[in-house]
T-cell receptor, first 112, second 113 residues
């Protein structure tokens, strides 16, 4: 079992839908949680970052961490075709090398 | 534009050939990384350099070598390419090893035949 599990999709939704992307993890030492967005044939770009548990909102995007369930989510409201991309979660443990562990990514398609 | 620049963008190699992938960043970042991305496998760390003058192995270092030429540049070398090294290679940088956010380059698509 990988430390970070992420459904590869693809997840196909109509424009305007609320999208929920999720990752589960097994390492309870993870304290820092990131979401990256990767457009086709481009490098990943940092979308959001949260520390420990709780919610963080940035425009149409909300990141949520539930450490008790070892589960993180990224919600996208009013999804747009321009949101079509692969979304990767990443996690860093407290202490140690501070090297993130990435999920495999979920492919999202928002159709007009 | 500021960021991470990788060259070349595409490359086809024959088995046994060698090549060096170049990476440069202009953000004055201290730490740099090389990843490979394969379908279904996600991003896997090959090597990283926490600061100028240091390099460390990541998850999949076999078959690769790296050089941190200076603070800006971090190169990845394949001494004897194998078909298993067919992948998309990404260079990334961060302010420091303990930074949570990485800036990635656009990638090098390498095919070994």
């Amino acid at each position: 079992q990988k430390e970070v599990e992420q459904d590869p999709g693809p997840l196909s939704v109509p424009e305007g839908a609320i999208v929920s992307l999720n990752c589960t993890y097994s390492n309870s030492a993870f304290q820092y949680f990131m979401w990256y967005r990767q457009y086709s044939r481009k490098g990943p770009e940092l979308l959001m970052y949260t520390y420990s548990s709780g919610n963080k909102e940035d425009g149409r995007f909300t990141a949520q961490v539930d450490k008790s369930s070892k589960y993180i989510s990224l919600f996208i409201r009013d999804s747009q075709p321009s949101d079509s991309a692969t979304y990767l979660c990443a996690m860093i443990p407290s202490g140690g090398s501070y090297i993130p562990t990435f999920g495999r990514g979920t492919s999202l398609i928002v159709h007009p | 534009n500021a960021g991470v620049t990788q060259t070349p963008k595409f490359q086809v190699l024959k088995t046994g050939q060698s090549m060096t992938l170049q990476c440069a960043q202009d953000m004055n970042h201290n730490s740099m990384y090389w990843y490979r991305q394969d379908p279904g496998m996600g991003l896997r760390l090959i090597y990283y350099s926490a600061s100028e003058g240091t390099t460390d192995k990541g998850e999949v270092p076999n078959g690769y070598n790296v050089s941190r030429l200076n603070k800006r540049e971090f190169s990845l070398r394949l001494e004897s390419a194998a078909p298993s090294q067919t992948s998309v290679y990404f260079c990334a940088s961060s302010e420091a090893r303990r930074s949570y956010g990485y800036t990635f380059g656009s990638g090098t698509r390498l095919t070994v035949v």
